[in-house]
């Protein structure tokens, strides 16, 4: 009772919001959106498995690739915002030391292949995931000069891979928002519509890989962090199953041994065949728990679909375009595969929002602008800072204090109720379980709508609720791009399998790309001659 009646009381202003704000947001944004520059260098529109194969083949050199990727940055960061630091120069050497030992002989193509599947390929990486030298602030305007002294566990990995980071991309701070808004740089653009954003909080990382500016990026997940940025841009991105990818190196982090349940670092990409490839890499040595390796039979797959939450009363209505693109991919696998997919009704999604978001917020230790090893008296600094936010005198964010007050307010849950909703939450997971198996998916949608203007998603909170209770069940998804909308925007769908059972969605999302075309490059303000 009592989170349902923290619920209501989020509703309640979220739905006041929305009547203030969207009238403004309409006229705000009724002017035209600027556009990208065009792609020119056609590297960039291979995917990082070609472009390893080409420059293993002496097709191309990775300095060539590397300065390509590089010129691209900086025609679009003007535009889109999404760069908070680089190591350009550092980047042309290490693709220098590369094309040397290629051009040596020293090792063979397959070697190469093997050890290091990603031999000079760039890579972009999220800010609040540690890449030594650069800035690791994680948004906060407070520690804008921290820089990391060691790459996280996941950079380490991608970088024994052969894979070369440029740069670390745009955050909200302390990844607390869906939409990529910090005090350092402030706001990130969607490259489709700049009027728009690329969510969050993974936001920049997904902006520069849909322009074309990087082609494959490491970002983070809690509550949708890869999939809903992904969603709104139009590539792909893997939430892995929880505990295979390491955490360590990420900014936020928590103390709680829960933590690694339901907060993971992941792959994302602009084409899908380099899910598979990234989480390999990244999974190291728990790789075999997910047998990447063995092929999948898609014919065999079976499929379960939702297209909404089964009607919540705390949730926005799907949008008709995300049910339709969920349609065509059922009716695509079934008549080209023959697969029988089979729409349910699990009753317990319409409470998604109940389920997942006291397991998450509960879990403690996570770091916060509200520490208790800062603040002795934590909720009178809330008080405070709110107090300074409303009069423009808070170097936090407003998402970061709403985070610490929910926090409080979550502690009103008594003790047994929490427990009720986590046993329930258990039985959801065991359905789940039982319904999806060694050889199932489910598809639903990542997010009610396709890329939000600018402030629209801080009435649409409750809506992470579609995402978020993927983190809940422990369960891995890959947001597959689906087409375009009417208006020009990408639409993604969330492919969910059974945990370890990955590779499932990965070939799912494959099929999705052959089938519906994948990436679609951002309008251009010109045409290339």
């Not at 992904?230 to 900014?251: D, E, L, Q, Y």
């Not at 829960?258 to 992941?266: A, E, M, V, Y």
């Not at 808070?394 to 008594?414: E, G, H």
Request: with cysteine; aromatic share 8%.
């Amino acid at each position: 009772m009592a989170w349902r009646v923290v619920l209501w009381l989020l509703w309640f202003p979220m739905w006041l919001l929305k009547c203030v704000m969207k009238p403004f947001i309409s006229l705000r944004y009724i002017r035209r959106s600027k556009k990208l520059p065009p792609i020119r260098n056609k590297l960039l529109l291979h995917s990082a498995t070609a472009l390893a194969h080409m420059i293993r083949n002496r097709q191309v050199t990775s300095e060539e690739v590397v300065k390509a990727f590089i010129s691209r940055i900086r025609d679009v960061n003007p535009l889109l915002n999404c760069m908070m630091d680089n190591r350009f120069e550092a980047a042309i050497l290490d693709a220098r030391y590369v094309d040397r030992v290629v051009q040596t002989g020293a090792k063979s193509e397959q070697q190469m292949a093997k050890e290091t599947p990603f031999f000079g390929v760039p890579l972009s990486v999220k800010e609040s995931i540690a890449v030594k030298g650069l800035k690791h602030s994680a948004g906060q305007l407070r520690f804008e000069g921290r820089r990391a002294q060691e790459d996280a566990e996941a950079v380490k990995l991608m970088r024994a891979s052969g894979a070369i980071p440029l740069l670390v991309t745009s955050t909200p701070e302390l990844c607390m928002m869906i939409e990529t808004y910090n005090k350092i740089i402030g706001t990130t653009n969607n490259p489709y519509d700049l009027r728009r954003t690329p969510s969050g909080s993974s936001g920049g990382e997904a902006a520069l890989l849909a322009s074309a500016g990087s082609v494959i990026g490491l970002g983070s997940d809690i509550g949708g962090s890869l999939r809903i940025p992904a969603a709104f841009t139009g590539i792909f991105a893997h939430k892995p199953t929880p505990g295979v990818v390491s955490h360590s190196g990420h900014n936020p982090t928590s103390t709680d041994e829960n933590w690694g349940r339901f907060f993971t670092i992941g792959p994302m990409s602009r084409y899908a065949e380099d899910l598979a490839a990234m989480l390999k890499v990244l999974a190291h040595e728990n790789a075999d728990k997910l047998q990447l390796d063995e092929k999948v039979d898609i014919r065999t797959i079976k499929v379960y679909y939702m297209q909404d939450d089964g009607g919540s009363v705390l949730t926005n209505g799907v949008s008709r375009e995300i049910k339709e693109a969920i349609a065509r991919v059922v009716e695509y696998l079934q008549t080209t595969h023959a697969i029988v997919a089979q729409k349910v009704d699990i009753k317990e999604m319409r409470h998604a929002n109940a389920l997942s978001g006291p397991i998450i917020i509960q879990l403690n230790g996570i770091t916060s602008v509200h520490r208790t090893d800062v603040h002795p008296k934590p909720w009178g600094s809330i008080f405070m800072d709110l107090l300074r936010f409303c009069t423009c005198l808070s170097d936090c964010t407003f998402t970061t204090i709403c985070y610490a007050i929910l926090k409080k307010l979550s502690l009103l849950i008594p003790t047994a109720k929490l427990q009720k909703l986590k046993n329930r939450n258990e039985s959801l997971k065991k359905e789940f379980s039982q319904l999806l198996g060694n050889n199932g998916v489910f598809l639903y949608p990542t997010f009610i709508d396709c890329a939000n203007f600018h402030l629209e998603s801080y009435y649409k909170m409750l809506n992470l609720s579609y995402t978020m209770i993927m983190n809940a069940l422990e369960l891995p998804v890959t947001n597959c791009h689906v087409g375009m909308n009417k208006q020009g925007l990408p639409i993604g769908i969330q492919v969910v399998a059974a945990p370890f059972q990955d590779r499932l969605s990965l070939a799912v999302a494959k099929e999705i790309e052959v089938a519906f075309g994948g990436w679609v490059e951002p309008p251009a303000s010109e045409k290339v001659a």
